[in-house]
């Protein structure tokens, strides 16, 4: 639910302190969620540079079951996270925002309470890319990255975006 972001800035890197201390976090907590937005088609593509032309990792977008947001609140609870206000706390029901500082990073979680389809990827849980590309416009906003564009062209050709270098490759 972040903000557009800078085209100015697609081609520059992601501050990879950031990166490894946000992927810390969630993997701790990647027992109990489904992975969404940036961080799902990271895990979707294979290794790569990270720059902000690929996926958007200003935050961690994730999704956890209903029946274990309780279990999730009392982990944030225990690893120092705290909830934030958000501009979308006043509409929806189904929403949080989590955050917390980690040498000197700021770890944004935006919390989605509902069930979502999932595919698992390596030890996390990703949402189901139709699903997830359906998403942007909606509750994700970075909808023209390589991975999102990618991912509709391969899904229309009917094929599954997960592992694909296309996640992660410039257009020429």
Known sequence: MGDPRNPKRADEPWNLDRIRIAETELRALA???????????????PPHEELKIFHDHKDVDLFVEP?????????????GF????????????????????????????????RHVP??????VRVVEPATLLTFYGDIHSTDDCVSVLAARQLLTRGVSPIGRPELVTRAR
């Open 118 to 123: 999932w595919v698992q990827v390596g030890d």
């Open 82 to 113: 705290h909830r934030i206000w958000s501009r979308f706390d006043a509409t929806s029901t189904h929403f949080y925002r989590y955050a917390k500082y980690v040498q000197e990073a700021k770890v944004i979680l935006d919390v989605f309470v």
């Open 67 to 79: 029946e274990r947001f309780p279990e999730l609140v009392q982990l944030l609870t225990d690893r």
């Open 31 to 45: 027992p109990l969620v489904t992975l969404s937005g940036g961080w799902a088609w990271h895990f979707m593509a």
